[in-house]
Structures are given as C-alpha cells and as structure tokens.
C-alpha cells in the first residue's frame, strides 16, 4: 500500500530528526516568502522545498497550503504571512503552536487573530515598530529601496533592496529574521538581500516605448498586489502616471490626483471614480495604439495585464 503525503513527511522527518523543518502558511504572500527563504538560507545552508529523498537537506521547506491534510510533525518554525479570515486563522495558528517557534508578519495578520496563538515563542516582522523585526527606509526610487533592516536588539543591517513595493519588502524582512534565527553571517545576508531580483510581471520595472518606465505586475493581479501597486507609483517621482488594468473594480477607492488615467480592456462601466479620466478599449490592438500616442518620456505604466509589446527592454539594469 502506498503511503499518503502526510505519511511521507511524518516518517521523514522520524528518519532525520536533524533537519530542521519551516512551515510558511498565510492567506497570501507564502511564494514570496518562500523564495525569501531561499535566498537568505540558502549560501549557508542546503535548503529544499519539500521531502526529497535524493538529497540530504539541512532545512525543509513545507508549504502550509499545498497541503490538504497537515502532517503530525512539530516544526522547528512556522512563519504566518497573512490572514483574511477567522477560520484560516485558526488553521494557522492551530500548525503555530505546535511549533518551537513562530514569526508571524505583524503588518498582514490583524491583531484581532492574536486570541488564537498561544505559541510563548513569537517574533513578529513587519513595517514598522513595534514588529521586532522591520524595515527603516532611507531612500526610495524606481531602482528600489535603501534602508536598513532593524532587530530587536536594535541592530541594523543595511538593506540595498532592489525591488519594488511594501508587499514584496516584508518577505525580505522575514528572511532575515530567519536568517539571524539561523545564525547566517551579517555580510551574507547583506548580499543575499542586494542580489534578490523582481519575478517577471511582479512589479518589475521595464524600459517602455519612448523611454517610458513599465511597472509590469501581471503576473499577481490580486487585489492587495493592485493596492500596493499604486501605492508604489504614488511614491515615485514622474511626469505622468498611468494604470492599465482589465478589471476597474480591482483599483479600489484609488487616489486620482496621484494618477492621470486608468486604461482599460473591456466593455465600459459605470465611472463612478470621480476625478478619474478612464478610457476604455474593446481591442488590445486599440488600447496599444492609444497607448503609444500617450508614453512620456520617464512616464510610469503600472501594467496589471500582459502587454509585452509595449516593453522594449525586462533587463532594467543593464541599460540604466
């Protein structure tokens, strides 16, 4: 007879209780944080995503949500990135306080699901104070962010952070706090922060047409990834700011001095954002026409649909 999967990691974990075990659940924001993870473990420590029984690991990574029943294991970690509802927080928290420790983000988890963590050993990251670990920004620009990230011992380490978007500095914050828990070297954390890179289509800065700036975020188009998306571009400096979506009800209660125009691809709605020029467009061959008769010259499009023939350039680096 076969063994299921929680089977499989139940006895692996039995056969090697040398490997430490990370568990990342959370509503959203577990991919990010797993990658996180990899990039901050993984120059000191040989780290797999998942059981494989070819290779010797020293950290697992098990995510909480491709798992339909949990194994009966306690992690030495569970990392909660984010919570929308009473019940995932109590499936969450249920994995956390088996754990012999827990790192929950202190700016996506409401305190109200505090009532259901009774884990003694918490640390928690997030934006600010009072998060034990967080981020002290210095200087934001369509390169990214300068900072440091802060410990609680009050320890900072700088942070040259070249990506884009709070949503996507917060997993960076919770691999160092990984990171010091595991006790990484300063100097390799420094660099493995300085050499993470944007995925494709997640808030990915790209040369347009006409020396225009693409935001490209098509690739996450949910609801908080939009919200932070405009968040972003309201922060940066430009002539003109853009948002191409195929969705109006995404964008939410948007800030219309902070944007020139939203384009859409889809029928018209009702335009219930007052302020806001909105355009509408049947064809992406006539949205793409229009377009190429409104690119500024360091003009921002925050692209929230797949457009690749406005992008000239994704190697944003190599031509600054």
Excluded at 35 to 56: D, F, H, I, P, W
Excluded at 158 to 178: D, Q, T, Y
Aim: aromatic share 8%; glycine share 6%.
């Amino acid at each position: 007879m076969f063994s299921s999967p929680k089977r499989k990691i139940e006895k692996y974990f039995r056969k090697n209780p040398q490997v430490k075990s990370i568990v990342v659940a959370g509503s959203y924001g577990r991919k990010s944080a797993i990658r996180a993870l990899s990039a901050l473990l993984g120059e000191t420590y040989l780290v797999t995503m998942g059981v494989n029984k070819n290779v010797q690991p020293d950290v697992v990574v098990l995510d909480y949500g491709s798992m339909s029943d949990f194994p009966d294991i306690q992690p030495d970690l569970t990392i909660v990135t984010s919570c929308r509802s009473d019940d995932e927080a109590k499936q969450f928290f249920e994995v956390a306080n088996k754990s012999r420790k827990v790192l929950v983000n202190f700016s996506d988890v409401p305190q109200e699901y505090a009532k259901y963590l009774t884990n003694p050993e918490i640390i928690t990251y997030g934006d600010e104070l009072p998060a034990d670990f967080y981020f002290e920004n210095h200087d934001f620009t369509i390169d990214g962010y300068t900072g440091d990230i802060v410990n609680p011992e009050r320890e900072h380490i700088p942070a040259k952070l070249k990506i884009l978007g709070e949503h996507n500095v917060r997993p960076l914050i919770m691999g160092v706090a990984v990171a010091k828990l595991f006790n990484v070297e300063r100097q390799t954390i420094v660099k493995a922060l300085e050499d993470v890179r944007p995925l494709n289509g997640r808030m990915q800065p790209c040369h347009g047409l006409q020396n225009s700036i693409i935001i490209d975020d098509s690739a996450d188009t949910s609801d908080i990834s939009v919200y932070y998306g405009l968040r972003t571009i309201y922060a940066l400096d430009a002539p003109s700011r853009i948002v191409v979506t195929d969705d109006l009800s995404k964008l939410g209660k948007f800030d219309e001095s902070h944007i020139d125009e939203v384009v859409v691809l889809g029928a018209p709605v009702e335009q219930h954002i007052k302020g806001a020029k909105i355009s509408f467009f049947a064809t992406e061959v006539e949205l793409i026409n229009y377009l190429g008769q409104h690119f500024e010259d360091k003009g921002i499009i925050l692209l929230e649909i797949p457009l690749p023939q406005i992008i000239s350039s994704r190697d944003w680096e190599s031509a600054l």
